[in-house]
């Protein structure tokens, strides 16, 4: 279809291909042309597909109709919506220059260099989707009284004898869904907060180990805290996670989340809330979403000190672990559009 001619002047190959203003489902285009091509050219063509293993120069569409063609614009060029583009993740991307001529055939350059990129995370309005999301999953609010983490001895033993009984924040791996901005980025220590329906109390079972480190809930949900959302997502099963953050204000945490994730209040969210003493005398109030499970990342070092180590009964023989666990894509629940 597109077939060089001998009655008019090759294109010259476009060249210095630039990406720039990447998203997580668009990105801004350029390369050099000369003043001549610039002038000519009424078509650009671009071939793009996700990197793959080996050799980066491997094109599937380089000896056919590539997968973009549109009308040369001024550079640098916009491309959104006419791939689904993944965040943070890695595509290979080639263009060609075109005159359209008279009888609809093509004068088109060669193709220009292949080029990498990497797309993004999710931006705030992404994240406001999988929120609004999440929210319409979350069911009425329990009370809690703790929060909780469940290890295998040796992980405490660790604890105590490596780390002067101060359990570090870890990195965040890449489980849940791909654009998450916390996911490879942001440290904390995950801890748990669903009870069981019929007793107000965390589950006696844990797929994690028969010790359960607890902290009382006002410790570290209070005011001086800021809650933030991070992720909704699921694996394959009818049940769905919801990932917050609890970042003390003020903290290199709190800094982080501030700019990346929407924050939520700590006294009105469908996830987990505070709710101050109403009249001297009283206790605070604290409760969790009861229909899904959720993911609690608190970004600071907590001591075993703080709370307590405690033997839990019930079965502990491990289940399918969430440690790098990729999202179902297939989910209607808890997947969002991008790239439209």
């Not at 844990?206 to 800021?226: C, D, K, W």
């Amino acid at each position: 279809m597109w077939q060089l001619t001998t009655m008019e002047t090759a294109l010259s190959t476009p060249n210095n291909i630039q990406i720039c203003e990447v998203t997580c489902d668009s990105f801004r285009i350029a390369w050099d042309m000369t003043p001549e091509d610039t002038a000519r050219a009424t078509h650009f063509f671009i071939d793009l597909s996700r990197k793959e293993g080996g050799d980066p120069n491997r094109f599937k569409h380089r000896d056919v109709p590539t997968k973009l063609v549109a009308k040369a614009v001024p550079l640098p060029m916009a491309v959104r919506g006419h791939w689904f583009l993944s965040p943070r993740t890695e595509y290979c991307v080639a263009v060609q220059t075109a005159v359209r001529q008279a009888d609809g055939e093509y004068l088109v350059s060669e193709w220009s260099q292949v080029v990498e990129f990497c797309t993004g995370d999710y931006a705030m309005d992404h994240l406001k989707q999988l929120l609004g999301k999440a929210q319409g999953s979350a069911g009425r609010l329990l009370r809690f009284s703790v929060f909780y983490r469940n290890q295998h001895p040796d992980y405490f033993h660790y604890v105590r004898t490596e780390c002067g009984g101060l359990m570090r924040p870890a990195l965040k791996d890449n489980s849940g869904s791909h654009g998450s901005p916390i996911n490879s980025k942001l440290q904390g220590v995950f801890l748990s907060c669903n009870t069981e329906f019929d007793t107000g109390l965390p589950p006696n079972d844990s797929p994690y180990g028969p010790l359960r480190f607890q902290i009382p809930a006002g410790n570290l949900l209070n005011p001086n805290t800021n809650l933030y959302f991070a992720d909704f997502y699921c694996m394959y099963t009818a049940y769905h996670y919801v990932v917050l953050v609890l970042a003390p204000s003020g903290s290199e945490g709190d800094n982080f989340c501030r700019s990346s994730l929407p924050l939520l209040d700590l006294t009105a969210n469908p996830f987990l809330t505070y709710i101050p003493p109403q009249r001297q005398g009283e206790d605070s109030l604290f409760c969790h979403a009861s229909d899904v499970i959720l993911e609690v990342l608190y970004t600071e070092p907590l001591y075993l000190e703080q709370g307590s180590v405690l033997e839990i009964s019930g079965h502990h023989q491990m289940s399918q672990t969430t440690a790098n666990a990729k999202k179902d894509p297939s989910c209607k629940v808890c997947n969002i559009s991008v790239g439209r």
